[in-house]
C-alpha cells in the first residue's frame, strides 16, 4: 500500500534537517543531513545540488508568524566535493558550505577555500580544534563550530580567546540541554545546534492547566467506541472559543470542503472521528507559547511521516502512529518526565508503549522516524523502499508548515 504519496519526484538520496538557532532559540538556517541511495555508484551531492530547486523549496522553506521564507542552509563537503571540477554554482545567499575538520588541509584545498571566500561564499569551519593545521584557513571562513563535548565547557575559554583576533561567528555544536545553551550563550556563541530542545526541563508537581484537560477529556470521548457527533459536541459546547478554532481549522484550506462546516457536530460527521481526533491533537501541542516554534514544527513532521509509514506499511489505524509520533515529545513541550506525563493524559496502552519505550509496531515506526530526522540512516531497517522514506519526510515537510500556517492565521483571529 505505497501509494499514499507520490514519490515521483523524490530524490535518489536520504535527506533529513537539523535546525541552527540563535540566541534567542530561533532557526536561522538548517544543516542537510544527507546519505546518497547507492554506495555502489552514488549521484554525488554536487548534482543534487546543481539541481536544487527540490532542496530549496522544501528542506530550507520555514514559516515564521504565518509567513513562508528560505532560510540558509548548511552542506557538508568532503575535500572531493569541495575540489571537483564539477562544483556547482550555488546561489550564495542560500547555502553556507561547511568545511570537514578531517579535511586533508592542503595548499590546493586552502587556495580552493580563498577562491569561494572572494566569490562571495558564507563558509563554516567544522569540529574546530586550536590545532595550527587550521590557522591558514581562519582567514577564510566566516563560521566555526566546535563541538562542546569533545572540547570540554572548561575548554572553551581558553579556545574562544584564541579566536577572538579572527572576529569570526561562534556556533556551539552538539548543545544537549538547556543548561548547555545558556553557558555557551554567556560565552558569546551567537549560534547553536543540537538536541537541547529534545530534552524536558521538568518542574516538579507540574499539572495540566483547564484547558489541556478539557482537550484531553475530547480525545478520551473521540476513543470511545460508543462516541457521537453530539457526545463530542457536548463536551466543547461550553468552550466558544475551542469551539470556533475547531471549526475554523477544518474549514481552512487543510481541507478540500464544498460546503462550510458550522458546527462540531457536523464536522464529526462529515469528517469522521479520527480526522477531528487529530485536529484536537495539534491543538494540545499548539497551545504551549512559551517553546520555540521549532520544537511543534518537529513535533507535526514526526507525527505525519509516522503516519504516512504506516499507511505505506498497510498498518491499522494510523492515526495512532500520528499521535505517538505527535506526542513523543510532549514531554519537553510541557516540562514532564514522560512517564508522569502519561499518568495524567488518557492514550491508548499500544501509544503509552511506544512513548515510553519503543514497543509494538507503533514504537518499531516512531524509532525509524526518529532515526531518519537525525540523520542516522544506518540505523533504519528499511522497512519501505528507500525514496518512500525520503518523499515522507519531504510530505511532512511540507505539511506542517501548512498547519502551521494555518493556525498562525487562526491564533491572530
Partial sequence: MTNAIDTGDSLDLLLARQPVFNKSQDVVAYLLLYRDSDEQAPKTINDHLAT????????????????????PCYIKLTDK????????????????????AHSDITPELIERVKDLDQQGYRIALSDYKPESKFEPLLNHVQIVKIDIQNTGLDQL???????????????????ETQEEFRKCHELGFTLFQGYFLSKPEPIKGKKLG???????????????????????????????????????VVNSAAFSLRREIESLSHAVSLLGFDQIRKWVSLFLVTDTQDKPVELTMTMLVRGRMCELLAEMLGRDQPINNFIAGLFS?????????????????????????????????????????????????????LLLE????????????????????????????
Fill in 52 to 71: 536544487s530547486s527540490v532542496i530549496l523549496n522544501t528542506y530550507a522553506s520555514i514559516c515564521q508568524d504565518g509567513e513562508v521564507r528560505s532560510l
Fill in 81 to 100: 566535493t569541495l575540489m571537483a571540477d564539477n562544483f556547482p554554482e550555488l546561489p550564495k545567499e542560500h547555502f553556507v558550505l561547511e568545511i570537514l
Fill in 157 to 175: 575559554p581558553h579556545v574562544l580567546k584564541d579566536l577572538r583576533p579572527y572576529h569570526l561567528e561562534l556556533l556551539a555544536d552538539k548543545v
Fill in 210 to 248: 483547564s484547558s489541556k484537560i478539557l482537550l484531553m477529556q475530547l480525545m478520551v470521548e473521540l476513543q470511545n467506541p460508543n462516541a457521537t457527533a453530539q457526545s463530542v459536541e457536548q463536551l466543547v459546547i461550553n468552550d466558544p472559543l475551542l469551539t470556533y478554532r475547531i471549526l475554523r
Fill in 329 to 381: 515529545k510532549l514531554d519537553v513541550l510541557l516540562d514532564m518526565e514522560m512517564d508522569e506525563l502519561l499518568e495524567q493524559v488518557p492514550l491508548q496502552a499500544d501509544v503509552k508503549a511506544a512513548l515510553l519505550n519503543y514497543e509494538g509496531q507503533l514504537g518499531q515506526i516512531l524509532q525509524q522516524v526518529c532515526n531518519y530526522e537525525t540523520g542516522n540512516f544506518d540505523d533504519i531497517d
Fill in 386 to 413: 528507500q525514496p518512500y522514506y525520503e518523499a515522507a519526510y519531504r510530505h511532512s515537510l511540507s505539511w506542517a508548515q501548512q498547519v502551521m500556517q494555518t493556525l498562525s492565521t487562526d491564533s491572530k483571529s
